[in-house]
């Protein structure tokens, strides 16, 4: 027996997709706007500088955001050191928001926490997934629909999600995360009154975003690792990013 399955109206979403059977990974969506990176090659799909789609914030990081050296697969990582300051690594597609959550938008990763975020007295966080414009203050980014994870439960994975009129926020995905152990993580807002997340293949939480409007339905893919400065700030934290995979229908 093969490895893929193919489903036509795949997780109700009226396209098709070609998956693997055993992890779930869409391997050929047949949406009308697909965006696939698989970080391969001497730069992954880099240099993250804006020549490319992705750009990055690099804040007081002694490790650029950079592919893994020799990785099967193709991994980019996002490090944060243990100096005593604030810290941010962040990669995204530098506020160009070409994504729409009103078209059916889904977003699929594979990804692992190769280093948990850890702390000394502030708060080393990771979030990932979809999101409006940066900002340094996570919750003051206008849009967002991602997973979390903070250093005080650093095994607990969260979920959130706000339309930029009511944050839901800090919902436990009841997932234990292990150092260096990768997930399919997958956002589907094909409802946005109903924005379902699933790991591995499981529906792990589900949150309203049906007050989005406007251009606030624009995002674009968000992965950032991040600490803040209070005290002793010498947390730490790396993601590994394996995959991204995004797919929406046509406007």
Not at 100 to 129: D, K, M, Y
Request: include cysteine; glycine fraction near 8%; proline fraction near 2%.
């Amino acid at each position: 027996m093969g490895k893929t399955r193919a489903n036509y109206n795949w997780k109700n979403t009226g396209f098709p997709v070609v998956y693997d059977k055993t992890t779930g990974e869409a391997i050929v969506p047949m949406f009308p706007v697909v965006f696939i990176e698989d970080f391969l090659g001497d730069a992954g799909g880099g240099p993250f500088d804006g020549t490319t789609v992705w750009n990055v914030v690099e804040t007081a990081l002694n490790t650029a955001i950079a592919v893994v050296a020799n990785t099967t697969n193709g991994v980019v990582q996002i490090t944060l050191d243990s100096d005593d300051n604030a810290e941010i690594g962040c990669l995204h597609w530098g506020d160009q928001l070409s994504l729409s959550l009103n078209q059916g938008l889904i977003l699929e990763a594979r990804l692992c926490l190769h280093v948990l975020p850890t702390t000394g007295t502030a708060t080393s966080q990771v979030v990932f997934g979809l999101a409006s414009a940066h900002n340094a203050d996570l919750d003051a980014v206008a849009t967002r629909a991602w997973f979390r994870v903070e250093s005080a439960a650093n095994t607990a994975l969260l979920w959130e999600v706000d339309d930029n009129i009511t944050a839901d926020e800090d919902n436990d995905a009841s997932t234990v995360l292990v150092a260096d152990a990768y997930h399919i993580y997958r956002i589907d807002a094909t409802d946005t009154s109903a924005v379902k997340f699933y790991v591995d293949g499981v529906l792990v939480g589900t949150g309203s975003m049906a007050g989005l409007t406007g251009v606030i339905d624009k995002v674009q893919p968000y992965f950032n690792v991040s600490k803040e400065t209070a005290g002793t700030s010498t947390g730490v934290g790396t993601m590994y990013i394996d995959y991204v995979k995004i797919f929406q229908d046509r406007s």
